[in-house]
């Protein structure tokens, strides 16, 4: 297992909805291991020559690296931002417990509960 093939995905939404949303499509499409959502972010930023500041909900996407494309295209289909933000991030070193656990459920070793 090559630290290289884990990323983190750093994506925000408008509402805890949305998050939620994208969250389990990622999870039920095997796109992601885990999302953690965090409500509650404030972003400040420049949108067609204006300064915004808005809600947002901030996710944490932790994936494989090989499922990027997809995973992006994912975000984009559901996403109600005309350019949501979508930042592939290499993860540098972890847990080899962890990351072999990110690895195995996304590699569909994971059921849900009878």
Request: glycine share 4%.
């Amino acid at each position: 297992m090559d630290n290289s093939d884990f990323i983190i995905v750093l994506s925000s939404a408008g509402s805890l909805i949305e998050a939620n949303q994208i969250a389990e499509m990622l999870i039920t499409s095997q796109l992601a291991a885990c999302v953690s959502i965090i409500p509650g972010v404030t972003s400040h930023y420049c949108w067609k020559e204006r300064r915004e500041s808005a809600y947002e909900v901030m996710m944490i996407i932790k994936a494989l690296r090989k499922n990027f494309d997809a995973l992006k295209d994912a975000i984009i289909d559901l996403h109600s931002f005309e350019t949501p933000e979508i930042l592939m991030l290499p993860v540098a070193g972890g847990s080899e417990k962890y990351l072999a656990w990110m690895q195995a459920v996304s590699e569909g070793r994971c059921r849900e509960e009878e």
